[in-house]
Antibody, heavy 119, light 106 residues
Framework: QVQLVQSGAEVKKPGASVKISCKAS????????ISWVRQAPGQGLEWMGW????????NYAQKFQDRVTMTTDTSTSTAYMELRSLRSDDTAVYYC????????????WGQGTPVTVSS | DIQMTQSPSTLSASVGDRVTITCRAS??????LAWYQQKPGKAPKLLIY???NLEVGVPSRFSGSGSGTEFTLTISSLQPDDFATYYC????????FGQGTKLEIK
């Protein structure tokens, strides 16, 4: 069955970087994209961007363009999202999700990785 | 950027009720709209894509309609498992979520 397992909770200081992993199983990573979405405490969902598992092409939300890097390692079926220059308002749960090219939408999601940014 | 406005923000209803949630886009998005359900502490679940297509495994009491700038999600007969928060998502130009509608038990 399709599973996306994310790395564990992170606590970071302002200005630091965080890199979250998302290990895919039950399907071939290169045949799908991976989307990243975050959710601040008590708030709604915010799309951050996506990466093609086929060729590594990325599409970032303009808001994160300067601070985010999404990558994949098809040899380990793992996707990564690095967010730099963290601020307190980056405190959120970060989700990865499989993105089928056929519908262009996240379908299967990871369990989420809480990131807390605090001095 | 395309903005998505959902209404209502909160909806109180009873088991068996028919409920409708609306999502409006700031410009035409054709039918590039999806609906997600999210329960507390859980990841979102895809319900509907391209405005009206039911994702595999989603109960038929869920339906979606609309095109252009106005869209609706309808649950024909609420079940206890349906009380959750619902989000629309436009994917015509980049991706933008609505602010969410919390469906509560009356």
């Amino acid at each position: 069955q399709v599973q996306l397992v994310q790395s564990g909770a992170e606590v970071k200081k302002p200005g630091a970087s965080v890199k979250i992993s998302c290990k895919a199983s039950g399907y071939t990573l290169s045949n799908y994209g991976i989307s990243w979405v975050r959710q601040a405490p008590g708030q709604g969902l915010e799309w951050m961007g996506w990466i093609s598992g086929y060729n590594g092409d990325t599409n970032y939300a303009q808001k994160f363009q300067d601070r985010v890097t999404m990558t994949t390692d098809t040899s380990t079926s793992t996707a990564y999202m690095e967010l730099r220059s963290l601020r307190s308002d980056d405190t959120a749960v970060y989700y990865c999700a499989r993105r089928p090219y056929s519908i262009g939408l996240p379908d299967y999601w990871g369990q989420g990785t809480p990131v807390t940014v605090s001095s | 950027d395309i903005q998505m406005t959902q209404s209502p923000s909160t909806l109180s209803a009873s088991v068996g009720d028919r409920v409708t949630i609306t999502c409006r886009a700031s410009q035409s998005i054709s039918t590039w709209l999806a609906w997600y359900q999210q329960k507390p502490g859980k990841a979102p679940k895809l319900l509907i894509y391209e405005a009206s297509n039911l994702e595999v495994g989603v109960p038929s009491r869920f339906s979606g309609s609309g095109s252009g700038t106005e869209f609706t999600l309808t649950i024909s007969s609420l079940q206890p498992d349906d009380f959750a928060t619902y989000y629309c998502l436009q994917y015509s130009s980049q991706y933008t979520f609505g602010q969410g509608t919390k469906l509560e038990i009356k």
